[in-house]
């Protein structure tokens, strides 16, 4: 079996290796954002092709960008009075 962990009360310590695993999975996902956000302007660009090779007029509001959540926390702000 598994070693069990320190315990002090009903709380656990964390493992080392646990708190090293935070910044990994922070940097992890700062990275996996930016794919994200590259595929989706790579997205509009494919997608107004297409609609330009069918004759089509271009698409609207596709161009829009998703708020921060500093944006986000800014408008609830502003509606909560």
Known sequence: P???RPMRGS???P????????????????Q???EINNLRKELRVKVNR???AQ???????FNL????????KLINRILEG
């Open 55 to 61: 004759g089509k007029a271009e698409l609207k509001g």
């Open 15 to 30: 493992e080392p290796t646990e708190l090293l695993t935070a910044v990994p999975l922070a940097s992890d996902q700062e």
């Open 11 to 13: 709380a656990f310590t």
């Open 2 to 4: 598994p070693p069990k």
């Open 65 to 72: 960008n998703p708020m921060s959540a500093e944006e986000m």
């Open 32 to 34: 996996l954002d930016e």
């Open 50 to 52: 297409l609609f330009e």
